[in-house]
């Protein structure tokens, strides 16, 4: 059963924004969030829901359920990339199996439309929303709320990290970017390779933000 919370539209179809469909992946509940983010860091919320399906219905059905939620959404806002959460590590095999079966879906979707995918860990988006890669869902919701001007926390907390995601991979891969959106879409290890990532500090610095996610990324990733 899909729970629609609309909280805003676009004014025409302005494509000077960088359009970003953010997924927090689940069977149970998947988050999908879409949004326009701009050269100067400001964005807006065009629309977001949360997708359920119920326990107890056939697995096929359900997997079946989320792919055409993801394809309606793709089809309907035809974003520029989408990002999605990418939950590496769980002490919850099923809900780690359900986590993967919705992801898989909804990449190929947009695999199939020929939109570029990107993956996020959840301390990445934590620390590039919050500058912090240990951010409470609380403190993760009223930035997503204060960054995209929302009129209230962002509820449930699947649309808040589909928010999140989106938000992250705005401003990780530079919200101007979308011209050569391949060059900084991640692959599926999640990142570019630490000497790209070095050779970008290099060149132009990190801001604050991009320090914390890159550090919450090592951290993850054990380096």
């Given at each position: 059963?899909?729970?629609?919370?609309?909280?805003?539209?676009?004014?025409g179809?302005?494509?000077?924004?960088?359009?970003?469909?953010?997924?927090?992946?689940?069977?149970?509940?998947?988050?999908?969030?879409?949004?326009?983010?701009?050269?100067?860091r400001k964005g807006h919320s065009v629309h977001v829901e949360v997708k359920g399906t119920r326990s107890d219905e056939?697995?096929?059905?359900?997997?079946?359920?989320?792919?055409?939620?993801?394809?309606?959404l793709l089809d309907s806002y035809a974003p520029d990339?989408?990002?999605?959460?990418?939950?590496?590590?769980?002490?919850n095999a099923p809900t780690a199996i359900a986590t993967a079966q919705a992801s898989g879906v909804v990449i190929a979707a947009a695999a199939a439309r020929g939109?570029?995918?990107?993956?996020?860990?959840?301390?990445?988006?934590?620390?590039?929303?919050t500058d912090d890669g240990n951010a409470s869902k609380d403190a993760v919701a009223r930035m997503?709320?204060?960054?995209?001007?929302?009129?209230?926390?962002?509820?449930?907390?699947?649309?808040?990290?589909?928010y999140?995601?989106?938000?992250?991979?705005?401003?990780?891969?530079?919200?101007?970017?979308?011209?050569?959106?391949?060059?900084n879409t991640s692959t599926h290890q999640g990142a570019r390779t630490a000497m790209?990532?070095?050779?970008?500090a290099q060149k132009g610095g990190l801001t604050p933000a991009q320090r914390a996610w890159q550090a919450a990324e090592k951290r993850a990733l054990g380096r």
């Open positions: 059963m899909a729970l629609p919370q609309r909280i805003g539209t676009t004014a179809n302005s494509r000077t924004a960088q359009r970003i469909l953010g997924v927090d992946p689940g069977l149970t509940r998947c988050g999908f969030a879409v949004v326009e983010m701009n050269p100067n056939d697995l096929a059905h359900r997997i079946l359920a989320i792919q055409r939620a993801a394809e309606n990339v989408l990002a999605i959460e990418r939950v590496f590590a769980s002490n939109i570029p995918v990107a993956w996020h860990t959840p301390s990445e988006v934590k620390a590039a929303v997503v709320q204060r960054i995209l001007k929302l009129p209230g926390l962002p509820k449930p907390v699947d649309a808040t990290d589909a999140a995601v989106a938000i992250c991979h705005a401003w990780r891969s530079g919200v101007g970017a979308r011209f050569s959106m391949t060059a790209q990532r070095a050779a970008a």
